[in-house]
T-cell receptor, first 112, second 116 residues
Framework: DAKTTQPTSMDCAEGRAANLPCNHS???????VYWYRQIHSQGPQYIIH???NNETNEMASLIITEDRKSSTLILPHATLRDTAVYYC?????????????FGQGTRLTINP | DTAVSQTPKYLVTQMGNDKSIKCEQN?????MYWYKQDSKKFLKIMFS???????INETVPNRFSPKSPDKAHLNLHINSLELGDSAVYFC???????????????FGPGTRLTVT
């Protein structure tokens, strides 16, 4: 699976949009981009995933660049409960088992 | 109802003991996983089972043995516990056969194991 690079930490004001970047310059054509988060002392939580097109669900939006070498997770109206470590993961589908390789992630702090 | 549950939530034991952690999912998923999160907070996969068949077995000491009595349960047994086994262990599950799908994984709350 391709490696990802994320900033170690970020801050965002409550109510503002939180934009979390991820670089995956070695991504290949059949690899998806996944985002998970881990709130303190809890299990990781799935947020969203995508292949080529931008995706949106009730939690967030995922913007993938045209060359697919980077993506941005957007939390449109961040709340204090969104404080967590956010993981960007690139995973190949179609070969091998479904293994998630977690990096260090971005520690997002939402400030009141 | 909790989707993925683990017991116990906390486990404190001495070196050399044998212990088990249990995991159950009520989502009807076919695939289950064990992950380990160490003190540096890195999450690493250990094992994965699909319909009771072992499909992922990372470089894990033989002292760790997963057991899947049915597709809703995946237990982790650890023999001769060592100090370095102290970590938080997470169970997860997902749909599908785990090979050709993009389904998300659902994680349990974790079991914090402390070996003294």
């Amino acid at each position: 699976d391709a490696k990802t690079t994320q900033p170690t930490s970020m801050d965002c004001a409550e109510g503002r949009a939180a934009n979390l970047p991820c670089n995956h310059s070695t991504i290949s054509g059949n690899e998806y981009v996944y985002w998970y988060r881990q709130i303190h002392s809890q299990g990781p939580q799935y947020i969203i995933h995508g292949l080529k097109n931008n995706e949106t669900n009730e939690m967030a939006s995922l913007i993938i660049t045209e060359d697919r070498k980077s993506s941005t997770l957007i939390l449109p109206h961040a709340t204090l409960r969104d404080t967590a470590v956010y993981y960007c993961i690139v995973r190949e589908v179609g070969q091998g088992a479904q293994k998630l390789v977690f990096g260090q992630g971005t520690r997002l702090t939402i400030n009141p | 109802d909790t989707a993925v549950s683990q017991t116990p939530k906390y486990l404190v034991t001495q070196m050399g003991n044998d212990k088990s952690i249990k995991c159950e999912q009520n989502l009807g998923h076919d695939t289950m996983y064990w992950y380990k999160q160490d003190s540096k907070k890195f999450l690493k996969i250990m094992f994965s089972y699909n319909n009771k068949e072992l499909i992922i077995n990372e470089t894990v000491p033989n002292r760790f043995s997963p057991k899947s009595p049915d597709k809703a349960h995946l237990n982790l047994h650890i023999n001769s516990l060592e100090l370095g086994d102290s970590a938080v262990y997470f169970c997860a599950s997902s749909q599908g056969r785990g090979r050709e799908d993009s389904y998300e994984q659902y994680f349990g709350p974790g079991t914090r194991l402390t070996v003294t």
